[in-house]
C-alpha cells in the first residue's frame, strides 16, 4: 500500500504538466464561479423587470403581510412574458344567419339589453376583442377565429327558440371556411349561462373541438354528457354589476367586520333546490346568524341593486349554493363587498385556477352538510384570519372584473392568456388534407383558396 501510496505522490508533485494542469482547474473554477453569480442576478433583474408577471405570485397569496400591490395587478406566473396572439373577429354582416344570434328574429333585441345581468359577458368579450390590440382583420394571420353571438339573451327574451338557434348555428358553421379548415380547432364561442354550450343542441356533432368560454364546468348531473372539456375549454368569471367592479364610487362600500350583523348570507330563490331549500330552513332556525330573506326579483317589491349588494355585505360570509347548474354569480359578487364566499356547489369549476389559489380566499363545504355544523364551523374562524383571506381577495378580484386589456389586471386578459395556451401551429382535421408544397386540399383535392360556402359539414 505504501508503495502505491509513493507512486500517485510521485506522479502528482513531478508531472511535467502538473502545474499547468492546477492552473488550468482553477481557472475554470473561477470561471464557472463567476458564471453562477452572473446568472443569479441576472436572473433576479429578470424577475424584477417582469413586474406583475413574476412567478412569486402564488407564494404571496399565503401571506397577509404580502398585500402591498394595488388590487389590480395579477400575474399569469408561467404563461410566457407577453401575449403574442392575433384574433379574427366575424364581422355580423360578413355571415349569413349571424344576426339572428345577436339580435332575434327581427333584430329587435338590442346589444345594450343584453350586456346587463347574469349574461352580459356575450356582449362585454365580444366589444373589448373588437377594441383588441390582439385582434387582427385579415383571417390568414389570425390564430383564433371569435365568433359574436348573443344567443342566451336572445333565447330568454323570445327571439329565437331552440329548434332556430340549433338550424342558425349550423347555417352559420357552414358559411366559414375556416371553420371547415381546422375542423373547428381555432374558432371560439361563448356560451355565458349555465346550460354551456347545451344552448346549441347539436354542438357536440358541430363545435365539440372549438374552444368554449363558459362559467360552467361539469354537467353530467344534469345530462348525459358535459360540454365543458379541461384541455380545450376556459371557465370564465360571471357577469358582475358594474356599478360594483368600478374603481371608485361603487354602489356599496364593503362595512367592518364589526359592524356587520350577521355570521352568514343566503340571497337568492330556493327553486326547489335541496341545497337552498336547507339554508332557508336554517335560517329560520337561527336568524341571529343566518340572514335568508324572501327576495323580490320582480314587482314593486323587487330589491333594487343596491339594497341586493347591501344585504350582501351586512355578514363575514357569503353562501354560494348551486342552483340548476353548478356555476353561481354569488360566488364573484361577494369579492367586492368583502365577505368571505362560501360554495355549497360539489362540481363548480372556477377560473384561472393556474394562477388563483382559490383555497386562500374562499371555503367549499360540502353540499351534503348543510346545518348547524356548517354554521358552527364558520363561527370558529377567528376575525383576523376572515380579514385575511378578504384582504387576499381583494387582490385577486380584478379577474372578475372585464375591462379592456390595457388594465394590469382582468377578466379580459386572463382570457387573452388563457387562450394564448390554446394555439397551435397546426390544426388537423379529418376533412383536411396537405401536399407536398404544403398546400392544404379537401377530400376531393381542391386547394383551400378554392373553397366555395356553403360546405358539408361533419
Known amino acids: ?68 400591490a394595488p388590487d389590480d395587478v395579477v400575474g399569469f406566473a408561467g404563461y410566457g412574458t407577453h401575449l ?90 357552414s358559411q366559414m371556411p375556416y371553420f371547415r379548415l381546422s375542423g373547428g380547432r381555432n374558432h371560439i364561442f ?107 326579483f320582480s314587482g314593486p317589491d323587487k330589491l333594487g341593486r343596491t339594497e341586493y349588494f347591501r344585504h350582501l355585505g351586512n355578514a363575514k360570509f357569503c353562501l354560494a349554493p348551486r342552483g340548476e347548474s353548478s356555476w353561481t354569480l354569488r360566488f364573484y359578487e361577494s369579492f367586492f363587498v368583502e365577505c368571505v364566499p362560501v360554495l355549497l356547489s360539489d362540481q363548480v369549476e372556477l377560473p384561472f385556477q393556474n394562477v388563483v389559489d382559490y383555497s386562500q380566499i374562499s371555503i367549499k363545504w360540502p353540499s351534503t352538510r348543510i346545518g348547524t355544523q356548517l354554521l358552527d364551523y364558520l363561527e370558529s374562524i377567528p376575525d383576523k384570519t376572515i380579514e385575511e383571506m378578504i384582504a387576499r381577495g381583494r387582490r385577486v378580484r380584478c379577474l372578475w372584473v372585464y375591462a379592456p386589456e390595457t388594465e394590469s389586471c382582468s377578466a379580459f386578459s386572463g382570457i387573452l392568456w388563457e387562450l394564448q395556451k390554446k394555439v397551435r401551429k397546426f390544426h388537423q382535421s379529418a376533412e383536411t388534407f396537405w401536399l407536398h408544397n404544403g398546400s392544404i386540399v379537401n377530400r376531393d383535392l381542391v386547394e383551400f383558396s378554392k373553397w366555395k360556402p356553403p360546405m358539408p359539414l361533419p
Not at 137 to 144: C, R, T, Y
Not at 253 to 282: E, F, T, V
Open 1 to 68: 500500500m505504501a508503495s502505491i501510496s509513493s507512486a500517485n505522490k510521485s506522479s502528482r508533485f513531478f508531472s511535467p504538466h502538473s502545474h499547468h494542469n492546477t492552473i488550468f482547474t482553477r481557472t475554470h473554477q473561477i470561471a464557472a464561479l463567476a458564471l453562477v453569480v452572473a446568472t443569479f442576478f441576472l436572473t433576479r433583474l429578470f424577475d424584477q423587470s417582469l413586474g406583475p408577471c413574476s412567478s412569486s405570485y402564488r407564494n404571496s397569496l399565503s401571506d397577509a403581510n404580502q398585500y402591498s
Open 84 to 173: 403574442n396572439l392575433k384574433i379574427y373577429v366575424y364581422d355580423e354582416d360578413e355571415i349569413e344567419g349571424l344576426k339572428l344570434l345577436m339580435y332575434g328574429r327581427e333584430g329587435k333585441i338590442s346589444a345594450e339589453a343584453c350586456v346587463k345581468g347574469q349574461w352580459g359577458t356575450q356582449v362585454k368579450i365580444h366589444r373589448l376583442l373588437l377594441q383588441s390590440a390582439y385582434r387582427t382583420k385579415k383571417k390568414e394571420e389570425a390564430d383564433l377565429f371569435f365568433v359574436p353571438s348573443y344567443v342566451k339573451c336572445v333565447r330568454m327574451m323570445g327571439g329565437l327558440n331552440d329548434k332556430e338557434i340549433n338550424q342558425t348555428y349550423v347555417k352559420v358553421l
Open 190 to 296: 361563448v356560451f355565458p349561462s349555465g346550460a354551456g354550450a347545451h344552448l346549441f343542441k347539436s354542438w357536440a356533432t358541430y363545435i365539440n373541438r372549438s374552444i368554449i368560454l363558459t362559467p360552467e364546468g361539469d354537467r353530467t348531473d344534469k345530462r348525459d354528457t358535459s360540454a365543458f372539456n379541461t384541455w380545450k375549454d376556459i371557465i370564465i368569471p360571471g357577469n358582475i354589476d358594474d356599478g360594483m367592479t368600478a374603481h371608485k364610487a361603487r354602489l356599496v362600500d364593503p362595512l367592518p367586520l364589526s359592524r356587520r350583523k350577521y355570521l352568514a348570507n343566503y340571497l337568492g330563490r330556493a327553486q326547489g333546490k335541496a341545497g337552498r331549500l336547507q339554508l332557508i330552513d336554517l335560517a329560520k332556525q337561527y336568524p341571529d346568524k343566518l340572514e335568508s330573506p324572501e327576495l323580490k
